[in-house]
Structures are given as C-alpha cells and as structure tokens.
C-alpha cells in the first residue's frame, strides 16, 4: 500500500475520509481464515505482543500486535472503566485477557485477579466477588457464579458473546439492583463498543468501521458484514478485517444480527461447520447424521443424530468433547432433512 503508515493515519483521525482516494480503495479485504494463516515473517512491522488463541475448530492461531495497537487497546478499556469505575471501587476481573489485566493496573479502583472460573477453584472466586462491586467476566461464565453472589449492587462488565434473554432475566432476577453493560470485543481488535439498549455505541479511537454490502460494495454505514481497519496496528498487514458479524452500521453505532460465515460459536470459540461435521463423518464412517447445537442449564451442549447406530459412539463423544469443550450425546432417530431431501448437517437451537 502507498507510503502506508496505515493511509497517513487515514487520513489524521478519519476526519473526512468520504473523500479519500484510489489507495484507500485498494486496502483488501480479509477474514479471519487467511487471518489464521500468517506467520510472524509476515508481520511488516516486528510484533511486541503474540497471543495464541482458539481459533476455527479450536485450532490454535497467533495474533500479532504492535506496541502502539497495545497501547490503543488498553486505552479503549481504560475509556470504558473509567466511566463507570470510582476509585472507591474493587474491580474483580474473571477473564485472564492480557490487555484487560494491564488496562486495570493503571485503574485508580482497588483490583482483583480471579482467573477463569473451574469447579476446583469456585468458592475462592466467589469469596473474592462477593469482596468486589465491579465484575469483568466472559458472558459463558455468569451462570457459573451467579447463584453463588451476595444480593446486592454490581457493575457487571460482559464480553465474548451477547447475554441471552433468558439468562439476562435470570441476572437481573436475581441482582436487581446491578447494571449488566455488555461490551462488543474480539481478540482481534480488543473492545470496540458498548451496548446501550439495542446498539453497540462503537470506541472508534483507532479502529475505522465500516460495512460490506450483499451488493459487494463497501459503505460507512447501511446493512451488511462488518469490516474493521485498524490504523495503530503495524505488525499486520493494512487491511480491512471482514469479521464475520452481520450488523447494521448508523451513527457510528453497531446493531449485531447474527454470524454471517461459515462459522459457529461454541463456549465463546468461533468454530468452522465443515470441519465439524468434516470430523463427525470421519469418525463415525457415515454420511447422514444431524449436528445439534443447543443449551442446558446455560452450557452449550451437542447432540449427535444418526439413524443407525455407530461401533464407536464413545469415542466420537470422547474426541468431540476434547476439541469443542462442551458435553456430547449420541441419539438414534431421524436425521433433519429439508424440503428437497437434503440432510441438515447442523441445526443450531441457541438461534431458535
């Protein structure tokens, strides 16, 4: 790209980037697949930071930051701490996300590391919530610890996923006096947004947003997947990152629809479905089955339909269990076809 430094910073802070040119328009677009597929000798600049992640199918990936895409990060997270933090405050943080951590250690609230939420480990992490008044959690683990939680007031601070209704009820059932603010997030790119009834209010800072149209066009605002472009990140190549979120981009405020790729989460990882059910017929030697994705009890779980039993049951539900983290059952009964006989690999009840 032309004399890069991310497009003259496109051009100083987005102010007036209806009019940019010829090298704009020529930034690709990228998803996370080819994403997946760089290596460090890629990187135009050398990274200061390399997070390994889970990424489609649970595969691990690396994702390469800058100095100056850390620093942007974590003022995206002070931005939103500081709005809502005093310094009277105890902040419990539940994630374990490097840049949460070092975003809170520069917080003027009192903090505590809790680490990800196990059953070996629950009845430490509620004694220290139950010290806190503001919690940073994933949306998967709330149900974890929720029952457990003294009846009082709580910021509650939500990334990975949006809360369902359902669960999102059950919180303010039982903590009617907290504030449950969910955040737009991706490994990727860090915290780009706050929710405010229906829309994600977007943290611009260093991050331009924009749409790719069902047309192939690209706009600033209108219906379509999203693409992000992140100016402060040197130690990727320039981009504009399709991330596969289906939304409506106004006012610089985001309204998610659903995934719009090949793509399904399960427990907050974003999963390939060809190679999902790739795995199920290689294991199981059949051709026909239907994949259930649904939720127990607030876990995502995975139902495995064939209309014939399979010799080795246990270990699909074994090999499945490992790679996508969640609990697995075989049933023996019709597949789900659609109307022209076709078999229906995955049918995703979260969605229902």
Same mark, same amino acid.
């Given at each position: ?16 980037? /209806? ?5 704009? @328009? ?17 990187? #135009? ?6 997070? @390994?992640?889970?990424?489609? *199918? ?16 974590? *003022? ?5 701490? %500081? ?54 959690? $994933?949306?998967? !683990? ?49 915290? !780009?947004?706050?929710?405010?009834? *229906? ?10 947003? %924009? ?21 402060? @990140? ?6 504009? $990152? ?9 006012? &610089? ?11 399904? &989460? ?8 060809? @190679?999902?059910?790739?795995?199920? &017929? ?7 089955? =239907? ?6 009890? $607030?876990?995502?779980? !995975? ?22 983290? =969640?609990?697995?059952?075989?049933? $023996? %009964?019709?597949?789900?076809?659609? #109307? =022209?006989? /076709? ?5 995703? &009840?979260?969605?229902?």
């Amino acid at each position: 790209m032309k004399n890069d430094p991310r497009l003259q910073i496109l051009l100083n802070n987005f102010s007036g980037f /209806k009019l940019y040119g010829s090298e704009w @328009n020529e930034v690709p677009v990228t998803t996370r697949d080819e994403i997946a597929k760089w290596t460090i000798q890629q990187c #135009p600049v050398h990274p200061s930071y390399i997070l @390994n992640t889970s990424g489609t *199918e649970g595969a691990s990936k690396f994702v390469y930051f800058s100095e100056s895409s850390v620093e942007s990060q974590i *003022e995206r997270i002070q931005i939103v701490i %500081e709005r809502y933090a005093s310094p009277s405050d105890v902040i419990a943080d539940l994630t374990d996300y490097v840049f949460v951590s070092l975003a809170l250690s520069t917080a003027k609230s009192a903090k505590i590391h809790c680490g990800t939420v196990t059953d070996y480990n629950l009845a430490l992490i509620i004694a220290k919530l139950n010290r806190s008044s503001i919690i940073v959690s $994933y949306a998967t !683990m709330v149900h974890k610890f929720l029952s457990h939680l003294e009846s009082r007031k709580y910021t509650i601070f939500l990334t990975g996923s949006p809360l369902s209704e359902q669960l999102h009820q059950l919180v303010i059932n039982k903590l009617p006096l907290s504030q449950i603010i969910d955040l737009y997030c991706t490994t990727e790119f860090g915290v !780009m947004g706050i929710k405010e009834g *229906e829309w994600f209010t977007l943290l611009e800072h260093s991050l331009l947003f %924009e749409v790719f149209c069902d047309d192939g066009s690209i706009r600033e605002e209108g219906e379509g997947d999203i693409l992000i472009t992140d100016v402060s @990140n040197f130690s990727t190549p320039f981009i504009r $990152y399709r991330l596969g979120d289906r939304v409506i981009l106004q006012n &610089k405020r985001v309204q998610f629809l659903h995934r719009s790729d090949g793509l399904i &989460k399960i427990y907050n990882d974003l999963c390939s479905k060809n @190679n999902l059910v790739a795995l199920v &017929k290689r294991i199981s030697q059949r051709e026909f089955f =239907t994949i259930v994705i649904d939720k127990k009890e $607030y876990e995502d779980c !995975m139902i495995i339909i064939f209309e014939q039993k399979i010799i080795n049951e246990e270990e699909l539900k074994t090999i499945l269990a490992n790679t996508y983290g =969640t609990k697995v059952n075989v049933l $023996y %009964e019709k597949v789900s076809t659609t #109307p =022209t006989g /076709k078999t229906k690999h995955i049918i995703d &009840k979260r969605q229902a």
